[in-house]
């Protein structure tokens, strides 16, 4: 187990490039396993978890062949040799499912262990199996195995929640099939959009992506192409926040302007606003002498509350919580997506953040607090980042245990800070 220590109160300044969105590379990943032909993908983040889809496509027949140095991997999958995923892969990663997809549009069957990955909160598979009947499999859950199999048909879906997993899980699944296929209630976020795009490159026939009413035509057969995955917004709030607390001016370039137009309205409740530079792909964050909350009309407490997209993410929604410990004000947080997300605010409190949980899925939090250097630990990717951005700012030296958590979602997470001024090293 790796830890980062961290000595606070370092500015964090300069220029940073955003890395490929990890949610958009896990899926293309799986996608590509749906035609004969090299694949090649972009832009590709160097994290932990596109390691494990990589490993877990590999095991299925696929041929990898990666070059970190150019962020960029060609697969190549002549002949499906299994459509069985290891346990073992399963258990490091929740998006191993999104195999179960593009196994079973080509292969006709499916068998996959229960899904791993961060332990935030129940993630129901009971929208994808529903999507998978619709298109004529037929589904048995064991106590160990899932198991998937049938010929695909076109059929009309209504999703019970507008799931991205499932909505990509069953994307994939349709542009094979027979007919035409209809995804009501459909998640619209971008890393959906970029798979779409990515299939309609490969010769599948989809319109609607982005919005919650996507239509597939079947086709014969899909063929190779080279794609490049867009931009993690994610990481981008996430150095953005590093900066605010901070007190440093930040320069992100490698960016798709298009989710910041989402994301600004959150950011300046909270006096963080930024400018873009479409033509570059550039934003450029300059601080504020004081972080201040903006309240609602009547001087009313503000709230953040996330959902499905358009609305607020909830990956930000940890680190923004980071962000109002740092802003003069009070702001409610309701996540509704995730009953575990916020149970990392008792390290927040520890270090000296005022904090009150009223239930799993709501906190209050008064800012300024001064916070002070602690050891805690890494229970998940989001709340990892979060940590890391706290103790940035916090007096003194913190510890954060568990910095694995971390990487499966952010691009040598240290040396990128390091290149901004902060003082951090990993052990370990």
């Not at 490159?201 to 063929?223: C, F, P």
């Not at 300046?268 to 934003?283: M, N, P, S």
């Amino acid at each position: 187990m790796s830890r980062l220590v961290i000595q606070g109160r370092r500015v964090v300044s300069g220029v940073h490039r955003v890395s490929g969105n990890k949610n958009a590379a896990l899926p293309m990943i799986a996608a590509s396993l749906l035609t004969s032909e090299p694949v090649t993908i972009t832009n590709l983040p160097d994290i932990a978890d596109v390691s494990s889809m990589l490993e877990a496509a590999k095991s299925f027949g696929a041929k990898i062949t990666r070059d970190r140095t150019s962020s960029k991997v060609i697969i190549e999958t002549p002949k499906l040799k299994s459509a069985r995923i290891d346990s073992a892969l399963a258990s490091k990663i929740r998006t191993s499912f999104l195999f179960a997809g593009p196994l079973l549009s080509r292969a006709g069957r499916a068998t996959l262990p229960p899904p791993g990955g961060d332990q935030i909160g129940h993630r129901r598979l009971d929208t994808h199996f529903a999507g998978f009947k619709a298109l004529g499999a037929k589904a048995q859950l064991g106590r160990k195995t899932l198991a998937l199999k049938g010929e695909l048909k076109g059929a009309k879906i209504l999703l019970d929640e507008a799931s991205v997993t499932a909505t990509e899980n069953i994307l994939m699944a349709s542009v094979l099939a027979k007919g035409k296929t209809e995804i009501y209630n459909a998640a619209s976020e971008p890393h959906v959009v970029d798979l779409a795009n990515m299939l309609n490159m490969m010769g599948a026939k989809i319109e609607g992506a982005g919005t919650n009413r996507i239509l597939v035509e079947g086709v014969e057969a899909l063929h190779g192409a080279e794609v490049s995955v867009g931009c993690d917004y994610i990481e981008a709030g996430s150095y953005i926040v590093a900066a605010a607390v901070t007190g440093g001016e930040l320069t992100l370039t490698n960016i798709d302007p298009k989710p910041f137009e989402i994301l600004e309205n959150a950011f300046k409740r909270f006096g963080v606003t930024w400018t873009i530079d479409h033509k570059e792909g550039k934003l450029h964050y300059i601080p504020k002498k004081r972080l201040k909350m903006k309240y609602d009309l009547g001087d009313a407490i503000p709230s953040v509350s996330d959902g499905v997209w358009p609305a607020f993410p909830s990956d930000l929604m940890s680190i923004l919580i980071v962000l109002a410990t740092q802003t003069r004000g009070t702001c409610l947080f309701f996540e509704k997506m995730f009953e575990s997300r916020l149970y990392f605010v008792d390290h927040l409190r520890q270090m000296g953040a005022k904090i009150v949980q009223c239930d799993p899925h709501r906190v209050v939090v008064t800012g300024p607090s001064p916070l002070y250097a602690s050891r805690v630990s890494s229970p998940d990717i989001r709340a990892g980042i979060a940590l890391v951005i706290a103790a940035l700012c916090a007096k003194g030296e913190s510890t954060i245990m568990n910095a694995e958590t971390i990487d499966r979602g952010y691009v040598s997470v240290e040396a990128s800070l390091q290149s901004l001024g902060a003082e951090i090293k990993r052990v370990g």
